[in-house]
């Protein structure tokens, strides 16, 4: 797929994700033009004086994905659609039940809608780990948003437009994340742990942004795309970045799994394996082809991709040398939409 020749837009691309994704494509992909789509005016003022002059194919669009009018006045003229916007904090999902599904499952069957009437080739769309057998509203809501996604595929009928989903936990050093938490609460002595056998993979930013550009690359239509991943034991993170430190236990938050899980026991029927990912195909796949990555591994009935019973873990040393050596973004990061 030639990314040269493509007009691109990323919605939510004021945020943590669209930041990045806007630096890989300008230096990488190097599209005819990249689109940025979000509500925050002061957002995209702080991006385009960050980008400067790198900035020059780069358009700023003010909207909401609850706007469908606004969508199709977006979408005219472009390619690829990368679907990054939602609204992400589990807390308020719960005190604002209503605003979650508005943005997250009713912004996502606009961007189908718009999508397919606009001639958009491709959609991609960012999940979540806690779409997998959710535990909190949020979580619901992005496993709607990703039935969407994957039936819009056969809901687009003779339309060429191909809709996939990539799904992965929390990104490491983002906002909202433990590894900025941790480092602020250094400073006081204690970190908060909410249970000592707490687990989760670990990926970051820069190499989600990479996962979704690959996953463009061989999407078909209907696929979850599922990164394979490192583990991290959260007491583990909390001793490479401050070793000195005590531990308070403080319990999960409501809503808060003690592992995350990427694939769960009722998709391994549909789920194919590869050396660097697994590929979990719709109700109506058949075999374990999957276009251009060839022929992977059907996974064992009653497979289950979840953090703690990983077999590729990052110890203390390798954590501490892992965030050492990552490099901080050169775009402002901003989270939201």
């Known amino acids: 797929m030639d990314f040269g020749d493509l007009s691109i837009l990323v919605t939510g691309g004021t945020g943590s994700f669209g930041n990045a994704f806007a630096r890989y494509a300008l230096e990488v992909l190097r599209p005819r033009r990249l689109i940025v789509f979000s509500r925050d005016e002061v957002k995209q003022l702080e991006m385009r004086r960050a980008l400067g002059s790198n900035g020059d194919h780069v358009r700023y669009f003010i909207g909401d994905v609850r706007d469908k009018e606004r969508l199709y006045r977006a979408f005219r003229g472009v390619d690829l659609v990368v679907h990054a916007a939602a609204l992400k904090q589990v807390p308020t999902a719960e005190y604002n039940p209503l ?53 819009a595929h056969y809901y687009a009928g003779s339309r060429d437009t191909k809709f996939s989903v990539v799904r992965y936990g929390n990104v490491s050093g983002s906002r909202g994340s433990v590894v900025p938490l941790f480092r602020e609460r250094s400073r006081t002595g204690a970190l908060p742990i909410t249970d000592p056998r707490m687990t989760r993979f670990w990926i970051e930013l820069d190499e989600a942004v990479r996962f979704v550009h690959r996953s463009v690359s061989v999407m078909q239509g209907s696929e979850i795309f599922v990164p394979r991943l490192p583990s991290v034991r959260i007491v583990d993170v909390a001793r490479a970045i401050a070793p000195h430190c005590r531990h308070d236990v403080v319990g999960c938050r409501p809503g808060e799994k003690l592992h995350e899980v990427l694939v769960n026991e009722e998709e391994s029927a549909r789920t194919v394996e590869y050396d660097d990912l697994y590929v979990v195909h719709p109700f109506t796949a058949r075999g374990a082809q999957v276009g251009p990555l060839g022929c992977g591994r059907r996974v064992p009935e009653g497979f289950c991709y979840s953090s703690d019973r990983n077999d590729h873990w990052l110890g203390i040393d390798e954590l501490r040398h892992t965030l050492a050596t990552t490099s901080e973004p050169r775009i402002v990061a901003a989270a939201g939409s």
């Open 99 to 151: 605003e979650v599904i508005q943005t997250n499952v009713l912004g996502a069957s606009s961007i189908i809608d718009a999508a397919i009437d606009c001639g958009v080739r491709r959609v991609i769309a960012l999940s979540s780990d806690k779409a997998v057998s959710p535990a909190n509203l949020y979580g619901a809501t992005k496993l709607c948003a990703d039935k969407l996604f994957v039936a």
